[in-house]
């Protein structure tokens, strides 16, 4: 069964890095596209952006570009979300979300990232 | 920019059916935008309805279904149940590979 596992809460001082991972599993990774996907306290969903698993090639929305970077490790089925400079409105859930047809079907369980000082 | 527009909130009688919109501050939703719809409860990851305007995804009863009505892209569930009640949103693609989710909108079942 398709699987994306991602990883734990972090919690960052303004400033800091943080990367977060998204492993796949139950499926061929490099067959579809990952998007990642924020969601503020209380708020909407948004959409961060895309990454090709097979080329490589990152989309940003913007507002995302910069300081989100997307990546991946093929040996390993995993795609990564890295966020420099945190600031405390960065603060959210991120998730992961396997690509069909330019929306997403399976998603992973989400991965709050706390940036305070 | 381009905005998605959905409402804010909707109530839906228990066994009623509701219709959701997803529409364009300017212009209309076509197919080639590839309107998907998503489900989610508080504190739960989402969870995909339909994708590319009306395939149900893996599991969705087709008490859900997706399609264009005019000029915007809709969610209709039929026999709404109490476990409806969730936040609903909207995806449409834009094109050079960007996509852009509506504010969502909250389904009350009472």
């Known amino acids: 069964q398709v699987q994306l596992v991602q990883s734990g809460s972090e919690l960052k001082k303004p400033g800091a890095s943080v990367k977060v991972s998204c492993k796949a599993s139950?499926?061929?990774?490099?067959?579809?596209?990952m998007n990642w996907v924020r969601q503020a306290p209380g708020q909407g969903l948004e959409w961060v952006g895309w990454i090709n698993t097979d080329t490589g090639n990152p989309t940003y929305a913007r507002g995302f570009t910069g300081r989100f970077v997307f990546s991946l490790d093929t040996s390993v089925s995993t795609a990564y979300l890295q966020i420099s400079s945190l600031k405390a409105e960065d603060t959210a859930v991120y998730y992961c979300?396997?690509?069909?047809?330019?929306?997403?079907?399976?998603w992973g369980q989400g991965t709050l990232v706390t940036v305070s000082s | 920019q381009t905005v998605v527009t959905q409402e804010p909130s909707f109530s839906v009688s228990p066994g009623g059916t509701v219709t959701l919109t997803c529409g364009l501050s300017?212009?209309?939703?076509?197919?080639?935008?590839?309107p998907s719809w998503y489900q989610q409860t508080p504190g739960q990851a989402p969870r995909t309805l339909i994708y590319s305007t009306n395939s149900r995804s893996y599991g969705v009863p087709d008490r859900f279904s997706g399609s264009i009505l005019g000029n915007k892209a809709a969610l209709t569930i039929t026999g709404a149940q109490a476990d409806d009640e969730s936040d609903y949103y909207c995806l449409l693609y834009m094109g050079s590979g960007i996509s852009v989710f509506g504010g969502g909108t909250k389904l009350t079942v009472l």
């Open positions: 300017s212009g209309s939703v076509s197919i080639s935008y590839y």
């Open positions: 139950g499926y061929t990774f490099t067959s579809y596209s």
């Open positions: 979300a396997r690509g069909r047809a330019w929306g997403s079907d399976y």
